[in-house]
């Protein structure tokens, strides 16, 4: 008879773990950016858009800092500079505040597609040390009666498709056109913005604003 034949097999080897990588902790859970970290400014008096355009903005030449691009249009190609950048956005600052009258405190809001004027306008309303509450254009107008309500908006940039929907909210609308380029739009359809813009004003006060 012949004897059984026992076979003994070894169980599979385990599948190592791998490590966690360098920028993970699996003790906390937090990713980390595996790019350098930012040295934040120190200065807890220094606002937002003085640090931004104190800055050098390029990783190549410094010496083409004014001539790099801040912002560009994507649907036109149209590039604002750094240096064109500041001298806008102290130019239209000085325009609302001339204009309208805006001063620190005031809250704004903007009810714009994505365009060149958004970050203009941002910029232009923090700088004069204004509260910034967006809407999104395609909001309802209940939606944006709340947010106007609650936020006690007195000033609305809005875009002509949305003039409607903050003509009966008891604002300010300032009707902003989609072209950038303000010599080929009709003055009369945006009186307001276009002298805000184009009025030549050079200057305004610069409010005490802390980070």
Same mark, same amino acid.
């Given at each position: 008879m012949a004897a059984a034949t026992h076979l003994h097999t070894s169980p599979n080897p385990k599948t190592p773990t791998p490590?966690?990588?360098?920028?993970?902790?699996?003790?906390?859970?937090?990713?980390?950016?595996?790019?350098?970290s930012l040295h934040l400014p120190t200065d807890p008096n220094l606002d937002a858009v003085s640090a931004l355009f104190s800055h050098i903005h390029t990783i190549h030449d410094p010496a083409s800092s004014a001539s790099a691009a801040a912002f560009v249009d994507s649907s036109t190609g149209f590039t604002i500079a750094y240096a064109e950048l500041q001298i806008t956005v102290r130019s239209i600052a000085a325009g609302i505040h001339h204009d309208l009258g805006l001063r620190q405190g005031d809250v704004v809001t903007l009810v714009l597609p994505n365009s060149l004027y958004f970050p203009l306008l941002f910029l232009s309303l923090i700088s004069l040390g204004?509260?910034?509450?967006?809407?999104?254009?395609?909001?309802?107008?209940? $939606?944006?009666?709340?947010?106007?309500? $609650?936020?006690?908006?007195?000033?609305?940039?809005?875009?002509? $498709?949305?003039?409607?929907?903050?003509?009966?909210?008891?604002?300010?609308?300032?009707?902003?056109?989609?072209?950038?380029?303000?010599?080929?739009?009709?003055? $009369?359809?945006?009186p307001k913005f276009y002298s805000i813009v184009k009025g030549g004003f050079e200057s305004a006060p610069r409010p005490f604003v802390k980070q």
């Open positions: 490590s966690p990588p360098l920028w993970f902790s699996p003790l906390t859970g937090i990713y980390t950016s595996k790019h350098p204004a509260v910034v509450t967006t809407i999104n254009p395609s909001s309802t107008l209940g $939606e944006i009666k709340k947010q106007v309500s $609650e936020c006690n908006v007195s000033v609305a940039f809005t875009s002509p $498709e949305s003039v409607e929907k903050l003509a009966s909210l008891g604002v300010t609308v300032i009707r902003v056109p989609e072209s950038f380029d303000l010599d080929s739009i009709r003055i $009369e359809n945006y």
